[in-house]
């Protein structure tokens, strides 16, 4: 069943927000499950309504509902000050590093303006293969608690990256969808954000439009044919974008987006640069297409729970993006770059 047909039966169900208390006895009537005395190596796979029998690890039942309904959330002060220290510690030395470099490389993702004396990175890539510290965060750290409440019980790990969006003038990342830069079988996939500095709305924050993530799925091909990461002018007037949610907060505040959902970013028009930590995760029958989508190492790895013996298929078509498989640089590259070719 397509993911927007089986929300329309969830909702239709009684699970919606509006329909709180109903919802609130259905629960009730469903004890949780346990990994044990569930069988997803049968013939089930990990849908929203077998993800909620689940007993939650740190959402609430009613968070992990309005995720399902609207595609994302917002946790304000999710991480605690400790975790922050020990990653700043190592984004310092990141970026104290790339003050030896005049270009991007596989690693440092370089604004065209970034020099030694003024260093100011787009991207540091896949964090998680470069680091024992954001290894740890990414496998083991509080996020892939919420991944679990809301893809588990089996998780798998994707990718990772860290999009600082630098003070005065950071690049805009223009409204997309996720999921067709890394095609998968379904659309469990999940980004986790957390913002290292806090972030209001002058630094370009995350912005979300709820419900999307039911919508349909955009073709990011430019006109000639080739990749441009965007959803086209001519198709984004088919979004609601008053109802954009922008999704700001305090440092430790961690954002969740769906892969359907459409979402982008401003200009950072401030001083302060804005360091995004992202982490992708998908259910355990989750598998990634076409050459997976990205280079990271560890991508496909499963982080909690069984393997899957059964993969799980949505019926609905995903676009398939070109063969990156060697070399990505970011989606800051490739929507400049497609923006300098128009001029
Ligand atoms: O950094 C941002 O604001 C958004 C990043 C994003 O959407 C992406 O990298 O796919």
Redesign the pocket.
């Known amino acids: 069943m397509p993911y927007a047909c089986f929300l329309s039966k969830f909702i239709r169900a009684g699970f919606s927000q509006e329909a709180g208390q109903r919802g609130g006895a259905v629960l009730a009537a469903s004890p949780a499950v346990t990994d044990n005395d569930f069988d997803y190596f049968g013939d089930s796979c990990m849908k929203p309504e077998d993800i909620l029998k689940f007993e939650p690890k740190v959402l609430s039942q009613e968070q992990r509902e309005f995720y399902f309904e609207n595609g994302y959330l917002l946790l304000e002060n999710f991480i605690d000050n400790a975790w922050l220290d020990r990653l700043w510690q190592v984004t310092n030395s990141f970026i104290e590093k790339s003050r030896e470099l005049s270009k991007s490389d596989q690693v440092f993702d370089l604004d065209p303006s970034h020099s030694a004396d003024n260093p100011r990175l787009r991207?540091i890539t896949y964090p998680a293969a470069q680091d024992p510290v954001y290894e740890e965060f990414a496998f083991r750290g509080p996020i892939v608690d919420l991944a679990e409440d809301l893809v588990g019980p089996s998780v798998k790990y994707h990718h990772s990256?860290l999009?600082f969006?630098w003070a005065d003038g950071g690049e805009?990342?223009k409204w997309?969808q996720?999921i067709q830069?890394w095609p998968h079988t379904n659309y469990s996939p999940l980004?986790i954000?957390l913002y290292l500095d806090d972030v209001d709305d002058e630094m370009?924050?995350?912005?979300v439009v709820p419900g999307s993530h039911r919508g349909e799925i955009f073709d990011l091909y430019g006109d000639k044919g080739d990749w441009v990461g965007a959803i086209k002018d001519r198709d984004i007037a088919r979004v609601d974008l008053d109802k954009v949610v922008w999704l700001k907060g305090p440092k430790g505040s961690v954002t969740i987006?769906n892969c359907r959902m459409v979402?982008?970013?401003m200009i950072n028009s401030s001083p302060r640069s804005?360091p995004?930590l992202?982490h992708t995760y998908s259910s355990g029958d989750a598998l990634p297409l076409r050459g997976v989508g990205t280079t990271d190492p560890r991508c496909s790895e499963l982080i909690r729970g069984e393997p899957a013996r059964w993969v799980h298929f949505d019926e609905e078509p995903c676009l398939i993006p070109p063969d990156w498989s060697k070399g990505y640089t970011?989606?800051?590259a490739l929507q400049q770059e497609e923006e300098a070719a128009a001029r």
């Open positions: 991207r990256k999009n969006k805009e990342v997309h996720d830069f980004t954000g370009g924050p995350m912005g987006h979402h982008g970013s804005r995004l992202l970011s989606i800051f």
